[in-house]
């Protein structure tokens, strides 16, 4: 199967139940969206997708979060374990692909989508406003045991993307340190977080975290 978007979404600010601050977690399928650098989290444009609004800059967006890819596959295991229908774009994904093993990428990778030019940096940690907008049972220890997150991307080069673009991966780097271990090695796992520093294949400031909590 071809590796395609089967949706792209963004969302503006809306109260969460449960919440007292409003979130742009609830995305929702738009026919194109255009993807930039936002720069740091701290002073930067927030999202990397243009009209995708981000509340919490201290957590979310930025260079290395500019852009949140989930497999179609993912969301589907999930309804299935939940008995209810996911939508594209209920993780707060801004990418739905059909047919690319998002969770088997390796931090580095490169992949075309439409015009634009994405790097994987690493996994999604799911939060506090997560588990509200998914309400459901311990859904943040689920999600995290189960360890497939989906990636967040950079914006190497801008573009547009749209429904059915094929998606490309144009390098591998090969070292096998995929997204789902460097979850593991951010919730704790000391023998994959010296892999990640010995490798230096994170990002600087994901890096420099890492190696504080040695």
């Not at 008995?83 to 047919?99: I, K, Q, S, V, W």
């Not at 994959?192 to 190696?211: G, I, Q, T």
Request: hydrophobic content about 35%; proline content about 7%.
């Amino acid at each position: 199967m071809t590796a395609t978007v089967l949706s792209v979404n963004a969302g503006a600010l809306a109260p969460v139940e449960g919440m007292r601050r409003p979130s742009g977690i609830r995305k929702h399928p738009v026919d194109r969206i255009d993807v930039r650098d936002p720069g740091p989290k701290r002073g930067g444009l927030g999202s990397g997708v243009v009209g995708d609004e981000i509340y919490s800059r201290k957590h979310h967006g930025g260079a290395t979060q500019a852009v949140y890819a989930v497999a179609r596959e993912e969301l589907d295991h999930w309804g299935r374990e939940l008995a209810r229908d996911l939508p594209d774009g209920m993780f707060g994904e801004n990418l739905t692909t059909r047919g690319l093993a998002v969770d088997d990428s390796e931090v580095g990778e490169l992949w075309e989508v439409g015009s634009a030019l994405l790097e994987v940096c690493g996994p999604r940690v799911p939060c506090a406003t997560f588990a509200k907008h998914m309400a459901e049972p311990r859904w943040m220890r689920r999600f995290a045991e189960h360890g497939r997150t989906g990636a967040y991307l950079a914006v190497r080069e801008p573009g547009r993307i749209e429904p059915g673009d094929p998606v490309t991966v144009v390098h591998r780097p090969g070292h096998g340190l995929t997204v789902p271990m460097y979850f593991r090695a951010w919730m704790g796992d000391q023998g994959l977080a010296e892999l990640f520093l010995r490798a230096r294949v994170l990002p600087r400031a994901e890096h420099d975290w890492l190696e504080s909590r040695r």
